[in-house]
């Protein structure tokens, strides 16, 4: 298949050489040919004009009886000729140029002449020359182009354009030219009047006859310069041959010159290359969101407690008793560590709070405590989110129940009046927000708030509550003085690199004490989900694997 491309390259190659050359010879004959047809044109009018004249001398002659001419009049003929022939040179190329002019001012017309008619025996305007050449070159340029495209295409628009430029140039050199010779004519004739004063006393019928011999003199001039041209035309036209050489023809190499198969190939590589790292680099330089565990840790002095997985099970409160799913065993890593956060048995109250809505803060309260649960814990849920309840909607509570605000507002209210048992083992006790108050911040800083922790820590092991994002209100910092831990909930791909410096300043504005931060909702990586250093795989419940092209 190679062997036949390439003879297949060579042949066109060669074909259209050929073509080009032929083409050339051809373009050759055509300007030649085009000139002897201008040339035959004038011929037969100059021929004419010729007859014509020595019509009237015979008859002049045969009428005035003459025969031979006095040598007086032959000594006036002589300075009178020398005149005479500067007078016929100035009027033989005023005469071929306006033959030229006439020939390019016919509307439309794209004919062909040959530079050389302008030139006579005496002198040749190398100059006017040039110009008819680049005429030429432009015309023939324009039948070429007509071949590929259409007389509107701009290709062919642009060489009319060139062409109509040239022959403005032309005509400004006939122009000029013919002024130039108007003025050489007239000193030409002023000379021949001083002449011919001196020849006043010749006969008139000699000076009748000077006149005539002049024009036949001009005429027979004329016509032998065209004759000659005609000749030389005719004879360049028969031996025409191209001004090309061929050197060498054209051979295929063994390999093709372009494409190089070596620099495609490099260039596969470094676009395979550029683009994983540019798309890595600019999702590494326009990200504003914790992406991974790494993150928390450059930007905080906290430790990471936990990172939770995505909940694919879409159910809010996980079965702690039997499952073995990865969610769950990270929620039972998340109690060991707090256990170890609170290692005391005073401290057992544990503050889950975020910087923004949506971390999750509410789903991971609500599983923490069914955790502790199972292992023999009796815990307190408080559902301290007097503005956005949602645990209420999880546990089903009931309308009008009492809840956190009635206790605030009803001294006679106590913790078993709004504390309710909402797990099957019965250690987890539930205490929603009750009705939703118009001044949550300041009930949380009534003395009741004190009064409901004081007698919560005497009756459980473990209090979680759920409270407020500490970046939209100040509720969670109010409650923060009651808390033994304070769990701060981000969330990946999800909480902006700002909200973690919440914590951080009020660690050191002293207004938070002891806090932990837990990384919520990570998306699976490699074989499983990746939670302190151990890679869950498929351990217990198994998961559908998302598509390698759809991993974060």
Known sequence: MDCALKSKGEYVLNRYIDQYIKQ?????????????????????LVNT????????????????????????????LQSNKEYGQQLDDVQIRMEVMDAVDSLLNVPGSKSLISGNVLSNGQSSDQAFNALISNYNGLILERDRLLMGYRPNNPIIKNVDQRITSVKENIFDYI????????????????????????????????????????????????????????????LGNTSSIAGI?????????????????????????????????GKIFLEDSLNTRVQSRKDIEERTSAPVIAELSHNT?????????????????????????????????????????????????????????????????????????????KLSKTYQTQVGQKGISNFMVNKELTLDDIARPVDSTGNVYFVP??????????????????ELFRVARERFDIIIIDAPPIGAVTDAQLLSNYADLFVFVTRAHYTPYNLLALPEDMKRERRLGNYAIVLNDVRKRGNGYSYYGYAYGSYGQEEQSNKWWKKK
């Open 24 to 44: 050339n010879i051809q373009n050759k004959s055509r300007i030649a040919d085009s000139t002897i047809s201008f040339i035959d044109q004038r011929i037969i």
């Open 49 to 76: 004009e010729l007859t014509s004249i020595e019509q009237k001398i015979q008859q002049f002659m045969q009428g005035q009886g003459l025969t031979n001419i006095s040598a007086q009049s032959q000594l006036m």
């Open 175 to 234: 122009k000029n030219t013919r002024r130039s010779l108007e003025i050489n004519k007239q000193e030409i004739e002023r000379s021949t009047r001083s002449i011919r004063g001196d020849i006043r006393q010749v006969p008139a019928q000699e000076r009748a006859f000077l006149d005539l011999s002049r024009q036949q003199q001009l005429k027979q001039e004329l016509y032998l310069f065209l004759l000659q041209k005609r000749e030389e035309t005719a």
């Open 245 to 277: 050489t061929i050197l060498d023809r054209p051979k295929a190499d063994k390999q093709p010159f372009s494409p190089k198969s070596t620099f495609v190939y490099l260039g596969c590589f470094v676009v395979a290359l550029l683009i994983p790292t």
């Open 313 to 389: 099970s879409g159910i809010d409160l996980l079965e702690f008793s039997s499952s073995r799913s990865i969610l769950a065993e990270q929620f039972r890593g998340l109690r060991t560590n707090i256990q170890f956060l609170l290692a005391e048995d005073e401290r057992k109250v544990v503050l889950l709070s975020s910087g923004m809505p949506g971390e999750g803060k509410s789903f991971i309260s609500l599983n923490l405590a069914s955790v502790f649960a199972q292992s023999d814990k009796k815990v307190l849920l408080m559902e301290f989110d007097l503005r956005k309840p």
């Open 433 to 450: 927000c009750g009705p939703i108050p118009p001044n949550p911040s300041e009930l949380i800083m009534q003395a009741r708030t004190k």
